[in-house]
């Protein structure tokens, strides 16, 4: 679809949404990532029509997208929930898997203010050197709210994970990584099958269960004069098993080289000041288990780009390039499970 | 895993064709980027994988099935190393590229099967099999990455170059 056709469908459905004219000024798709697709939309309005802000971001969930088919509902549903958290997070507005309105699964959520540092140094307006240690507490503080969110009693949240237990949670993050694998992987692959065995063999019992945001990172973050204004990047959000998200942070593929988790602050800092801010102790050696099932969902993201690229018909190269990390990802794998053993 | 040569060069031709002309302003760069296509579409008749490349893959996979094979066979619930693991040393890129899928689909099949029933199997057998097993990760994974580029993610999330070494 050209964007002047999808300007003309965003202008139909905010119309009809908000029952007066809205117009789209300016449509730009910004180039960052490889699944949902992110537009700043500019808005124009007659007297009367209740915008929430003439500047809106629009995510697009297309079907050629990495992790297609899409559903726009649990990202929109726990934003809306963490609208009462004090997490930095956009507010969400409206949103619909009905691909007649704009084509694929979408939602329209707030424009916050700021830019994402990404994983590599060296960017020449890059704010983590300057503000490293300030950008290293808020990211602790950040997801010390969103473990300690009060899920159980938020009502969009009532269908999530049924079944979910402290017993069983690593079980079943291990069996969606199978079931990824299952439908990513165009012929078996050795190394997945083993650590997926190594991760069932091992699992450990949860000491509570939280919203995992199951992406977070430096990357995933907007930053204005120091601060962090949102976490971005939703769409892997379950209910597990804290520790999942220190398993992640900390992967090296994210850490620019510095050796810090995320480019912010030295891994014992970060597990101390998120014990400090939870009163949880971090168990390290179930933060190394997760830190291992980390790095094989990072594998089966290359697998996913290699199927996504292979049979969907994209010509998005980037999908090709993502493809090829899957070895080096996968010798990473198996390295953290011999470091483990 | 990769993706065959046949789909990476005909993404590089669209994305060319899709991407980078459309939005390219300058008529020298895009009579450029034109060659390219073509260069791309001539190599397409011509090119396969490279049979050292493909040669190694298979050589990790007879050796590791060479060796799960007295182990597993008549194992409840395991499925036997059917496929045919002899490969002439003369087989060309196709028989090569065949003969790896269908070795690795079927030893795969075992070793799958192997850890479904572990179980109920001699511990002794268990460790050998793990310790046969990672070594043949070990070596297959280090065979691939012989023929990785270091890839900049940078560059291809922003758009922006970055300083090339040297």
């Not at chain 1, 117009?23 to 009367?48: E, H, I």
């Not at chain 1, 601060?227 to 992967?251: Q, Y």
């Given at each position: ?16 949404r ?32 209740a915008?929430?802000a ?6 697009m969930g ?15 549903q ?10 930095p ?9 009905d691909?007649?309105l704009l ?21 020449p ?7 490293r240690?300030?950008l290293?507490s ?5 997801l ?11 009502p969009?949240?009532?269908?999530w994970?049924?079944?979910v ?21 165009m ?23 939280c ?25 892997s ?10 398993g ?14 995320s ?10 000041r ?9 168990d390290?050696d179930?933060?190394?288990?997760y830190?291992?099932m ?13 199927q ?6 994209t ?6 390039a ?11 794998v198996?390295?953290l499970?011999?470091?483990?053993q | ?12 031709v669209?994305?060319?064709d899709?991407?980078?002309i459309p ?11 034109f ?9 397409r ?8 490349y493909?040669?190694?893959q298979?050589?990790a ?23 045919n693991?002899?490969?002439?040393a ?5 028989d ?9 689909r ?18 002794a057998?268990?460790s050998e ?6 070594r ?6 280090k065979?691939?990455?012989k023929?990785?580029v270091s ?8 758009g ?7």
């Amino acid at each position: 679809m050209t964007e002047q056709s999808l300007e003309a469908r965003v202008s139909a459905y905010l119309s009809n949404r908000l029952g007066g004219d809205v117009r789209v000024d300016t449509l730009r798709r910004f180039p960052v990532g490889f699944s949902w697709a992110t537009f700043g939309v500019d808005l124009v309005a007659d007297p009367g029509v209740a915008l929430p802000a003439c500047s809106l971001i629009l995510r697009m969930g297309a079907d050629d997208g990495l992790y297609a088919p899409y559903s726009s509902k649990r990202q929109f549903q726990v934003l809306a929930a963490l609208e009462r958290s004090p997490m930095p997070t956009p507010r969400v507005y409206w949103h619909s898997d009905d691909r007649r309105l704009l084509g694929a699964p979408f939602f329209f959520c707030e424009r916050s203010v700021g830019r994402a540092p990404l994983p590599s140094a060296g960017a020449p307006d890059d704010p983590v050197p300057e503000h490293r240690a300030n950008l290293g507490s808020q990211f602790v503080a950040a997801l010390a709210q969103l473990h300690q969110f009060d899920w159980r009693a938020a009502p969009e949240l009532t269908d999530w994970e049924p079944g979910v237990t402290v017993d069983n949670t690593a079980l079943h993050q291990v069996e969606v990584c199978v079931e990824d694998y299952r439908r990513w992987a165009m012929q078996p692959e050795p190394t997945v099958l083993w650590a997926a065995n190594w991760l069932r063999r091992h699992a450990p019992k949860a000491s509570r269960l939280c919203i995992v945001h199951g992406d977070y990172r430096i990357g995933n973050f907007l930053v204005q004069d120091g601060r962090i204004t949102a976490m971005l990047d939703w769409e892997s959000t379950h209910i597990g098993d804290p520790n999942e998200d220190l398993g992640w942070a900390s992967l090296a593929q994210f850490n620019g080289g510095s050796g810090l988790v995320s480019r912010l602050l030295p891994e014992a800092d970060f597990f101390r000041r998120y014990e400090e801010r939870t009163g949880w102790q971090v168990d390290v050696d179930v933060v190394r288990y997760y830190g291992v099932m980390s790095m094989l969902k990072l594998a089966l993201v290359n697998l996913a780009a290699a199927q996504r690229f292979q049979l969907s018909g994209t010509s998005d190269i980037r999908m090709a390039a993502l493809a090829t990390q899957s070895t080096s990802t996968l010798r990473q794998v198996q390295k953290l499970i011999e470091a483990v053993q | 895993m990769n993706n065959s040569l046949e789909r990476l060069l005909d993404g590089m031709v669209s994305t060319l064709d899709e991407h980078i002309i459309p939005n390219l302003q300058d008529d020298f760069a895009r009579g450029q980027a034109f060659g390219v296509i073509y260069m791309l579409r001539c190599i397409r008749k011509r090119a396969a994988w490279s049979t050292g490349y493909l040669r190694a893959q298979v050589d990790a996979l007879q050796a590791v099935s060479a060796e799960l094979q007295p182990l597993l066979t008549g194992l409840p619930g395991v499925p036997a190393i059917s496929a045919n693991l002899s490969v002439s040393a003369e087989a060309g890129e196709a028989d090569l590229e065949h003969a790896r899928d269908e070795i690795n689909r079927s030893v795969c099949a075992a070793y799958e099967g192997f850890e479904q029933h572990h179980c109920a199997l001699p511990a002794a057998v268990v460790s050998e099999v793990r310790e046969a097993w990672e070594r043949y990760l070990t070596v297959q994974l280090k065979t691939e990455l012989k023929f990785n580029v270091s890839l900049n993610f940078s560059e291809i999330s922003t758009g922006q170059a970055t300083a090339k070494a040297g």
